[in-house]
């Protein structure tokens, strides 16, 4: 009570730096940041999305990557990222860096070391063949070591350079530069029967698309490798479970076996056109003139190895896609 008065003072109010204050302004700000965060992180996406494809020959491997980036960055410090669009590019590419190795167990060192420079490359040059080099990474990087690969997607395709991928293979920069030199000459060796094969891969992808239509399960298993596999990212398994009523296939993440490859696209290209996904035939579904799903084919000699279904919208996005 105050002397004199007969009413009771107001209750004094807990100061702004209250603990329950300060926790419940650090929660807003840090609710912002990784909003922030988000909003960057999605505006590198389509970036981040080209340089996986082309480091792993794989689009639904490639969103995992990307995804593992995303995972990495929400737990990182962001504050003390100076460059953040360098930061997920390094990142990325050890993530890639991790894929490739686990996904092929061939010595690396031993190809890696004590082979001379080859110095003629121009800058002129680098730039015509990264230009052409869609079709070829698919067809060609495979005979690639992981860190040859990287070194030559990171710089010849990114201009990413030398020092900043030395770090990532964990190497020098002039080892880094002869890892890309020594891939960029395995590539151009390989150009010449490129051609030639991608029109036989063109008249194989054809050949299934029209089977699919017609519903010849048989003619499909024919193209298709004994051990084919077709692989569907998140977004075209929920979209087929939630179209199940009006025909839409039995999808799941993988699916192995001529067979059963066969058994779920049997009839279900009626709306694929052919097309060129990254100068590689495949297919495309284009209601309205926008890529809204593609069908990635790695064909091998005559028939069909591996089929990927795409239909993340950041994803198709990224992707050159051209209809024949």
């Known amino acids: ?96 860096l991790g894929m490739l190795r686990s996904r092929r167990t061939r010595r690396e ?6 082979e001379p420079e080859l110095t003629g490359t121009t800058p002129e040059e680098e730039a015509v063949l990264a230009e052409t080099m869609g079709p070829a990474l698919l067809l060609l990087l495979d005979s690639l070591t992981p860190g040859e690969r990287l070194a030559f997607v990171l710089h010849d395709l990114f201009a990413v350079p030398f020092e900043d991928i030395a770090p990532i293979v964990g190497r020098s920069p002039a080892a880094a530069r002869q890892l890309a030199s020594r891939a960029r000459r395995r590539v151009q060796g390989g150009e010449k029967a490129r051609s030639g094969d991608q029109r036989r891969q063109r008249d194989v992808v054809e050949a299934f698309l029209a089977a699919s239509r017609r519903g010849d399960f048989e003619a499909l298993v024919t193209l298709l490798d004994p051990d084919a596999v077709l692989r569907a990212d998140r977004a075209a398994v929920e979209m087929a479970a939630a179209n199940r009523n ?12 001529a067979r059963a490859v066969a058994n779920a696209l049997a009839g279900r290209a009626t709306a694929a056109k052919l097309a060129l996904i990254e100068g590689i035939p495949g297919a495309a579904w284009v209601p309205g003139g926008r890529p809204r799903a593609v069908f990635a084919f790695y064909v091998v000699g005559d028939t069909i190895a591996e089929i990927e279904i795409v239909t993340d919208p950041a994803v198709v996005a990224a992707l050159r896609v051209a209809i024949l």
């Open 246 to 257: 009006q025909g839409a296939p039995h999808l799941s993440s993988e699916q192995r076996g």
């Open 1 to 96: 009570m105050c002397l004199g008065c007969s009413q009771a003072p107001a209750p004094t109010r807990p100061p702004l730096t209250s603990p329950c204050h300060i926790l419940a302004a650090w929660r807003v700000n840090l609710g912002e940041m990784e909003q922030d965060l988000a909003v960057m992180f999605e505006a590198s996406r389509p970036r981040l999305q080209a340089v996986a494809y082309r480091m792993l020959g794989s689009l639904t491997e490639a969103e995992d990557a990307v995804q593992e980036t995303w995972l990495r960055l929400s737990r990182s410090d962001a504050e003390s990222i100076d460059n953040l669009g360098g930061w997920l590019t390094t990142v990325l590419s050890r993530v890639c």
């Open 109 to 114: 060192d031993q190809l890696e070391l004590e």
